[in-house]
């Protein structure tokens, strides 16, 4: 079987759809070394990282990196000249694409919530993404949350539609090394205890609510009782409402935003955290939360869309639209060590629970069934 996998994503610092195509490109390669993947990947990071590393995968430099020539002109071309069996892609396809399509749906947020975009990035995802997920061979979304979205949203049968979760990447572990954990908090600025929350700087990651509910605490904890606030992620859109929350309640000198971190730092920064705080309120999975807790970090998240299902009973909840439902939940973590231990255990045992080489293998089984059913004739079709 031929499979090719578009891998823009890889090397353009694009947070979750980055690594989602690269941790599954490399459980790919663990798994199946009898079919032959292409690769089709715009930065020269991403080209490096895969090239002659195994002799079923070839990289293929697919430009420009943008979206609007590149999907529906250079991709088709590339397939058209090397044909494939099936063509994996995340959210958008070519839309006159010579092989079946798998696209994978993140979430919908674009269209439930579409004051968290810029105009022109929701006009282009729900144009673009409505018409890939109607003429999809399959989907695959991360949650069953999303998948009963995706049906219900554009009418699409469920049988069409697989749920197949994603998992903390391999190097992610509780870090243990005095000496790494100083490299990190020297490289980034941070003294004494810190809360974490990670994620690109927009809207739905409900940023302004957190830095809200770190106000709320510092005015009623003592001066030495209150760790820093750590922001990590890149500013990413519709960010000047989190900045005017930091500048409104004066918190400048205690939270810390670093912009966008390199993977490699990430595990250490959530070792060294007093606790996780992810208080977004709408989320296809939500990958940070898995993260902090294979690093034995206590989490916090917000109660809604997928976030309750991928967690479990191994993080504290609360309602992500209450300012001070947040700042409790924190205030909780800060002051009661032996709910943290309690939390970094479940958690721990809860991240051990979802595996990347899994989620290969149940996407493997996805190309397979899409291959065999455009071989035989038998395609299924799914909107109702």
Same mark, same amino acid.
């Given at each position: 079987?031929?499979?090719?996998?578009?891998?823009?994503?890889?090397?353009?610092?694009?947070?979750?759809?980055?690594?989602?195509?690269?941790?599954?490109?490399?459980?790919?390669?663990?798994?199946?070394?009898?079919?032959?993947?292409?690769?089709?990947?715009?930065?020269?990071?991403?080209?490096?990282?895969?090239?002659?590393?195994?002799?079923?995968?070839?990289?293929?430099?697919?430009?420009?990196?943008?979206?609007?020539?590149?999907?529906?002109?250079?991709?088709?071309?590339?397939?058209?000249?090397?044909?494939?069996?099936?063509?994996?892609?995340?959210?958008?396809?070519?839309?006159?694409?010579?092989?079946?399509?798998?696209?994978?749906?993140?979430?919908?947020?674009?269209?439930?919530?579409?004051?968290?975009?810029?105009?022109?990035?929701?006009?282009?995802?729900?144009?673009?993404?409505?018409?890939?997920?109607?003429?999809?061979?399959?989907?695959?979304?991360?949650?069953?949350?999303?998948?009963?979205?995706?049906?219900?949203?554009?009418?699409?049968?469920?049988?069409?539609?697989?749920?197949?979760?994603?998992?903390?990447?391999?190097?992610?572990?509780?870090?243990?090394?005095?000496?790494?954990?100083?490299?990190?908090?020297?490289?980034?600025?941070?003294? %004494? $205890?810190?809360? =974490? !929350? /990670?994620?690109?700087?927009?809207?739905?990651?409900?940023? *302004?609510?957190?830095?809200?509910?770190?106000?709320?605490?510092?005015?009623?904890?003592?001066?030495?009782?209150?760790?820093?606030?750590?922001?990590?992620?890149?500013?990413?859109?519709?960010?000047?409402?989190?900045?005017?929350?930091?500048?409104?309640?004066?918190?400048?000198?205690?939270?810390?935003?670093?912009?966008?971190?390199?993977?490699?730092?990430?595990?250490?920064?959530?070792?060294?955290?007093?606790?996780?705080?992810?208080?977004?309120?709408?989320?296809?999975?939500?990958?940070?939360?898995?993260?902090?807790?294979?690093?034995?970090?206590?989490?916090?998240?917000?109660?809604?869309?997928?976030?309750?299902?991928?967690? %479990? $009973?191994?993080? =504290? !909840? /609360?309602?992500?639209?209450?300012?001070?439902?947040?700042? *409790?939940?924190?205030?909780?973590?800060?002051?009661?060590?032996?709910?943290?231990?309690?939390?970094?255990?479940?958690?721990?045992?809860?991240?051990?629970?979802?595996?990347?080489?899994?989620?290969?293998?149940?996407?493997?089984?996805?190309?397979?069934?899409?291959?065999?059913?455009?071989?035989?004739?038998?395609?299924?079709?799914?909107?109702?």
């Amino acid at each position: 079987m031929r499979i090719a996998i578009d891998a823009h994503s890889v090397g353009a610092k694009l947070a979750g759809n980055e690594s989602y195509a690269t941790n599954l490109i490399e459980a790919l390669a663990q798994i199946d070394s009898v079919n032959d993947y292409s690769l089709y990947v715009t930065t020269q990071e991403a080209h490096d990282r895969f090239h002659r590393r195994w002799p079923n995968f070839t990289v293929k430099t697919t430009l420009p990196h943008t979206p609007l020539i590149r999907i529906p002109l250079t991709l088709s071309a590339e397939l058209r000249r090397n044909p494939v069996d099936v063509l994996h892609v995340q959210f958008t396809a070519p839309p006159f694409c010579p092989c079946p399509v798998i696209v994978s749906l993140h979430d919908l947020s674009f269209e439930h919530l579409p004051h968290t975009f810029n105009r022109r990035s929701r006009t282009q995802l729900r144009l673009t993404v409505r018409h890939s997920a109607k003429r999809a061979a399959r989907i695959i979304s991360l949650s069953e949350h999303t998948r009963q979205d995706i049906a219900q949203t554009y009418g699409i049968d469920e049988k069409l539609i697989h749920a197949i979760p994603l998992a903390a990447a391999p190097d992610f572990s509780r870090v243990r090394d005095d000496k790494e954990l100083q490299r990190v908090r020297h490289t980034y600025g941070i003294m %004494g $205890d810190y809360i =974490l !929350s /990670v994620g690109s700087i927009q809207p739905r990651k409900n940023l *302004a609510r957190l830095v809200k509910a770190y106000a709320s605490l510092k005015s009623r904890l003592l001066t030495d009782e209150l760790p820093k606030l750590v922001l990590v992620g890149k500013r990413a859109w519709l960010y000047d409402e989190t900045l005017r929350a930091l500048e409104e309640t004066g918190l400048s000198n205690l939270v810390i935003l670093t912009g966008y971190v390199p993977q490699s730092d990430l595990p250490a920064l959530y070792s060294g955290a007093l606790c996780f705080v992810y208080p977004s309120y709408f989320e296809g999975f939500g990958l940070p939360p898995l993260e902090a807790m294979k690093c034995g970090t206590p989490v916090i998240v917000g109660n809604t869309t997928s976030l309750p299902e991928v967690v %479990g $009973d191994a993080a =504290l !909840s /609360v309602d992500p639209y209450d300012v001070e439902a947040i700042a *409790a939940g924190i205030e909780r973590l800060i002051k009661d060590s032996v709910f943290r231990d309690q939390l970094s255990g479940k958690g721990l045992a809860r991240a051990e629970m979802f595996d990347w080489r899994e989620t290969a293998r149940k996407t493997l089984t996805v190309y397979e069934q899409v291959a065999f059913e455009s071989q035989s004739g038998n395609r299924l079709t799914g909107s109702n």
